[in-house]
């Protein structure tokens, strides 16, 4: 089993709508989560932080479920420009980051 | 604030070259990391290091050595390249003191031939 599992997609929505992507990570030892942003051949950006149960900035809200061992990325209004990949991020201990191989959204007028 | 910066930003290789990659950071932080990224495979670490004077292998470590020049920089050295080598790597910086979120560099784009 993968260390940190998502649904690669890709997920088409229209502008407006509200779309909710999930991750599973296997270390019950895990501690901080994160979300982060890739647009096509650029760098990862962090988009949120999830240290406690949730984390809401704006039109993105990230859930942690540690009893299911699952985190969420909810987003609201969706826009063209929310149009990237998604990486779900877990820290499992040691300054180490696993990386899920990411949920592509395509978002179109 | 340049953040964390990255040379070169491509590169061709010829099988058997060697190059360095060049990281360097601006947030007086104390962790860096090499990572390579492959399409379907996620970003995988090849090295870390945690503070100055110190580092260690990730994922990936093989056909690499890494150096933490300082603080502020931490070069990935591929010795003798190989095509499985053809990668998208990036590093990044921790602060390292108690949050653990990563700032990534524009990355390096290698290909051998």
């Known amino acids: 089993r993968k260390e940190v599992e998502q649904d690669p997609g890709p997920f088409n929505v229209p502008e407006g709508a509200t779309v909710a992507f999930n991750c599973t990570y296997s270390?019950?030892?895990?501690?901080?989560f994160f979300w982060y942003r890739q647009d096509c051949r650029k760098e990862p950006k962090l988009l949120m932080s999830v240290y406690s149960s949730g984390n809401e900035d704006g039109r993105f809200t990230a859930q942690l479920n540690r009893a299911s061992q699952y985190i969420s990325l909810l987003i609201r209004d969706s826009k063209l420009s929310d149009s990237a990949t998604y990486l779900c991020?877990?820290?499992?201990?040691?300054?180490?980051?696993?990386f899920g191989t990411g949920t592509r959204l395509l978002v179109s007028p | 604030n340049a953040g964390v910066t990255q040379t070169p930003k491509f590169q061709v290789l010829k099988t058997g070259q060697s190059m360095t990659l060049q990281c360097a950071q601006d947030?007086?932080?104390?962790?860096m990391y090499w990572y390579r990224q492959d399409p379907g495979m996620g970003l995988r670490l090849i090295y870390y290091s945690a503070s100055e004077g110190t580092t260690d292998k990730g994922e990936v470590p093989n056909g690499y050595n890494v150096s933490r020049l300082n603080k502020r920089e931490f070069s990935l050295r591929l010795e003798s390249a190989a095509p499985s080598q053809t990668s998208v790597y990036f590093c990044a910086s921790q602060t390292g003191q108690g949050a653990y979120e990563q700032y990534f560099g524009p990355g390096t784009r290698l290909t051998v031939t």
């Open positions: 270390n019950s030892a895990s501690q901080s």
């Open positions: 991020v877990v820290n499992t201990g040691f300054q180490k980051l696993v």
């Open positions: 947030m007086n932080h104390n962790s």
